[in-house]
């Protein structure tokens, strides 16, 4: 069984010509006639993701009843893919699902602040990232069920965040070139960013300092700002700090899509599951010829029309718990009109009435090729009907979440007949994806 859809209903697709990714008889991608992107399953089929990360094996005995099996839970609801992070043991049961290498063992990795990244300026980076892909990708390389490889799970990019208050004012917290100059001096990436920004300017560190309109007396201020996580917030800081963010995804991408298609050349690249939004500047590089299928926050889904659109996506990290789903909105008093009525709703149904509006949305998006649910299970401290899982820590099922799901994965494909533009989705247009 190649994925939980009953059996092909569709006749075959003559796809673009020069679109296909992916080797013959393995899930691959292709561009529709119309200019639609979709995943080809092994058999040929059109096939649309619908991923959860994180699935795991049945929950322990809860009170007198034991909690279905997983998978089983999933094909009710609809799912027909394991996403990044599955238990090991789901995959014997017939769903696609994607692999993930996990590039951040190969070799040193910069873990500081909010970046969780390897170390790409490490002269033996591509010598570990080989090494790292033929131990984790070559056993796979004939297995169909693989959907394709993702780097990394939740690799965390330490973009430039919203400020925020401290007791010397408004400051937002350190980014990646921030980070990477307060190293010590036995990261190579330490070195690479300090020859980087001297290099824009003239080699002299006074240059530096006017160019980002900050006193740098020396490079240990920069040290003694990150420390106090206060982040770098200058307009001449941030053009340098686009740029840096570019060649650290650059290495990244090209580097660990080399890797794994020298010892799996039958699978699509999916790059790095990311943590949280990351900005345009790792989304141009997280793209073909590295990325086949970029896994892609919904919050940051290509423009609609715009060249992005040259490269599929799946929307990733999928869930309806954060602020845009859950803001009441001011101007209507959190009240809908209903006929002559005002019917004042709750956070709980205006984050459902979001959540179906951003999923149909997301559905008839040209790019979209599938989407993953965040998280199987609540963590820690999540309190429902805000938690992100589709099983509660007790194994009960998140119902707030799974039936609004199971109705979606129901229609998704009625929704994608439909000739729409989806609106907007990058990051700085989230407010407007996001409005009911």
Known sequence: MLHANPAPD?????????????????????????????????????????????????AEQVDIAIAPDSVARLRRWGFNTL??????????????????????????????????????????????????????????????????????????W??????????????????????????????????????????????????????????????????????????????????????WTREFARRYFTTTAAAIRAVDPNHLV???????????????????????????DWRELPVAGGGEQANPVLAGNVDWTTPEFLRLPAAAGGSVRAGTRALRLTSVEWMLRRARTALNRMARHPAAVGYAWSQWQDEPGEQPPFARGLVHVDGVEAREHTELLAQFNLRVKALRAV???????????ASIYFQS
């Open 158 to 243: 330490a973009q430039p965040s919203l400020a925020r208050s401290t007791g010397s004012g408004q400051v937002g917290r350190p980014s990646l070139l921030q980070i990477c100059l307060s190293l010590e001096p036995a990261f190579p990436a330490y070195h690479a960013a300090w020859e980087f920004v001297l290099a824009l300017h003239g080699g002299k560190l006074e240059s530096v300092a006017r160019a980002w309109g900050v006193a740098l007396r020396n490079k240990e201020v920069v040290r003694e700002l990150t420390r106090a996580e206060e982040g770098l917030d200058t307009r001449g800081f941030h053009r340098d700090e686009t740029r």
């Open 419 to 429: 000739a729409a533009v989806a609106a907007p989705t990058s990051a700085a247009a």
């Open 270 to 296: 999916l790059g790095c599951r990311f943590e949280g939004l990351v900005g345009a500047a790792v989304l141009a590089e997280c793209a073909y010829p590295a990325v086949d299928v970029a896994l892609r």
């Open 83 to 156: 996403g990044a992070g599955a238990d090991p043991a789901a995959r014997e049961e017939g769903l696609a699902f994607m692999g993930v290498v996990d590039f951040l063992r190969a070799g040193p990795s910069i873990v500081a602040g909010e970046a969780r990244l390897p170390d790409v300026f490490h002269p033996e980076w591509p010598r570990f990232a080989a090494a790292r892909a033929g131990e984790a990708c070559a056993r796979w390389s004939e297995e169909r069920l693989l959907l394709g490889w993702v780097t990394d799970d939740r690799i965390a």
């Open 10 to 58: 569709v006749s075959p697709v003559a796809y673009r010509a020069g679109t296909q990714r992916g080797s013959e008889g393995f899930f691959r991608v292709g561009q529709e006639p119309d200019g639609r992107w979709t995943l080809i399953d092994p058999a040929g089929q059109p096939f649309f993701c619908k991923a959860v990360h994180g699935v795991r094996g049945p």
